[in-house]
């Protein structure tokens, strides 16, 4: 900076500093920012590994009977355990609603819950409490299409015995 300095004017030599602290500040923030950045998203793996082992912990729990299902009143029975209550709280659903959530998680309406219809209902669940809300119209919908398939079977039969 010293020849700057001297052969065209001294300010310039203070723009020139200035110049690279400024640049050299915004490149440590660039390298910082990925550095944050990987790290939550690590984070997150984290999470989400931690959630999918504590689901199938929690659902062998409940599978009393060790068939790979679960039914209502094996939920039912373990309503009281803290692992299940933790669970609720962590998809910000109250206890009182177990019934509901069981017959969202039962996708295929056979009034029991496979490992597969447990961890992909409960993980859809996380988030935002509107999640539940996804859930239930998810739910309805296919209980239209079954009625909707069963209403038009009945009138492709009553066309066919028309013909």
């Known amino acids: 900076a010293e020849p ?5 004017s001294p300010w310039m030599g203070v723009v020139y500093c200035l110049y690279i602290v400024f640049t050299s500040l915004a490149l440590m923030n660039i390298v910082t920012g990925v550095f944050v950045e990987s790290a939550l998203q690590r984070g997150r793996e984290d999470k989400d590994t931690y959630m999918i082992n504590h689901l199938r912990d929690l659902f062998g729990a409940m599978d009393m009977n060790r068939n790979g299902t679960i039914s209502w009143s094996e939920l039912e029975d373990h309503l009281d355990d803290p692992k299940l209550i933790t669970f609720f709280k962590d998809v910000d659903i109250d206890i009182s609603e177990a019934r509901g959530l069981f017959e969202l998680l039962d996708r295929d309406g056979s009034g029991t819950i496979d490992a597969d219809e447990f961890l992909s209902g409960c993980l859809r669940l996380r988030g935002a409490a509107k999640a539940i809300d996804l859930q239930l119209v998810m739910c309805e919908l296919a209980e239209q299409r079954r009625s909707f398939q069963k ?3 009945a009138l492709e039969d ?6």
Request: no cysteine.
């Open 4 to 8: 700057l300095m001297n052969s065209i």
């Open 151 to 153: 209403l038009l079977s």
């Open 158 to 163: 009553s066309a066919s015995d028309a013909e």
